[in-house]
């Protein structure tokens, strides 16, 4: 069975970097895509980006100059790394694969929750 | 950019009442509008991909439909584990998530 663990500190300060792992068992990362998603206090939801099987990445534009997102194959994990954080990147982070029919998530992780606060 | 107006926000109803719950996007998606289950403390479900195709293992019960920019998805029959926030998701330009519905037994 697919599975989908986020880790990484739940608090970080302003102008810091947010870190975080998603570790996955049951299926290797170089297949599918795999991507993080973010939902902030109040339920709205944002796309923040992916990697792919062979490591190529896109980002939400909106993020583009803050966001990177990376893997380490040997332990079938990907990484999301956010710079210069505000108090606006508080949420909870999921990790997420996508399906194998296109743009849809088909397992998720049970997310992270950070908040950004000095 | 496209946005989603996911509606009821909230809805309660009855054990074996037909449900439904609709998303409209600004424009035209064509068929790319997923829904998905997400109960409390858990990980998101995905229920429905591309307007209409059941996921592996989602109950009958669940369907989609619609196209272009209004979609529904409908619970035939509710069941006490369905009480869930059910949320939409539009790939067909970036990604754009509705606000979700919160859906209690009455």
């Known amino acids: 069975e697919v599975q989908l663990q986020e880790s990484g500190p739940g608090l970080v300060k302003p102008s810091q970097s947010l870190s975080l792992t998603c570790s996955v068992t049951?299926?290797?990362?170089?297949?599918?895509?795999w991507g993080w998603i973010r939902k902030f206090p109040g339920n709205k939801m944002e796309w923040m980006g992916y990697?792919?099987?062979?490591?190529?990445?896109s980002y939400n534009p909106s993020l583009k100059s803050r966001i990177s997102i990376t893997r380490d194959t040997s332990k079938n994990q990907f990484f999301l790394q956010l710079n210069s954080v505000t108090t606006e990147d508080t949420a909870t982070y999921y990790c997420?694969?996508?399906?194998?029919?296109?743009?849809?998530?088909?397992?998720w992780g049970q997310g992270v929750m950070v908040t950004v606060s000095s | 950019d496209i946005q989603m107006t996911q509606s009821p926000s909230f809805l309660s109803a009855s054990v074996g009442d037909r449900v439904t719950i609709n998303c409209k996007a600004s424009?035209?998606?064509?068929?790319?509008l997923d829904w998905y289950q997400q109960k409390l403390g858990e990980a998101p479900k995905l229920l429905i991909y591309?307007?209409?195709s059941l996921h592996t293992g989602i109950p009958s019960r669940f369907s989609g439909s619609g196209s272009g920019t209004d979609f529904t998805l409908t619970i035939s029959s509710l069941q006490p584990e369905d009480v869930a926030t059910y949320f939409c998701?539009?790939?067909?330009?970036?990604?754009?998530f509705g606000a979700g519905t919160k859906l209690e037994l009455k």
């Open positions: 997420a694969r996508y399906g194998d029919y296109g743009y849809s998530f088909d397992y």
């Open positions: 049951g299926y290797s990362i170089t297949s599918n895509y």
């Open positions: 990697i792919s099987y062979s490591g190529t990445t």
């Open positions: 424009q035209n998606i064509n068929k790319y």
């Open positions: 591309n307007t209409n």
């Open positions: 998701l539009q790939h067909n330009s970036g990604y754009t």
